[in-house]
């Protein structure tokens, strides 16, 4: 089993930036592909961002991309979503994702794991 726990999130106002981290235990975690998603009250999950197994590539939603970026560090089992320039519509709970058998990691149903998300308030 893995347990994935987020911190990082917090209010900020818009333009400034945060840091969120997700912290694997029970297994390591170096060998799944993992992701980020979000999702706002009354809304779906959303696709966020994705660092893959094997290779390491990584994917952002259009969305984010060019203002938030993915990254992890296996030695201490753990992934980031550095996010920058934040807008009030990036406003949500945060989830991160691990999947041992996920391919492209678009989708939700491709993970196996889940960590409970932090919230992300941007104020205008």
């Known amino acids: 089993q893995v347990q994935l726990v987020e911190s990082g999130g917090g209010l900020v106002q818009a333009g400034g930036s945060l840091r969120l981290s997700c912290a694997a235990s029970?297994?390591?975690?170096?060998?799944?592909?993992m992701a980020w998603f979000r999702q706002a009250p009354g809304k779906e999950r959303d696709f966020v961002a994705v660092i893959r197994w094997p290779g390491g590539s990584t994917d952002h939603a259009d969305s984010v991309k060019g203002r938030f970026t993915i990254s992890r560090d296996n030695t201490k089992n753990t992934m980031y979503l550095q996010m920058n320039g934040l807008k009030p519509e990036d406003t949500a709970v945060y989830l991160c994702?691990?999947?041992?058998?996920?391919?492209?990691?678009?989708?939700?149903?491709?993970?196996?794991?889940w960590g409970q998300g932090t919230q992300v308030t941007v104020s205008s």
């Open positions: 029970g297994r390591t975690v170096s060998r799944y592909t």
């Open positions: 994702a691990a999947g041992s058998g996920a391919r492209y990691g678009y989708v939700s149903n491709e993970y196996n794991y």
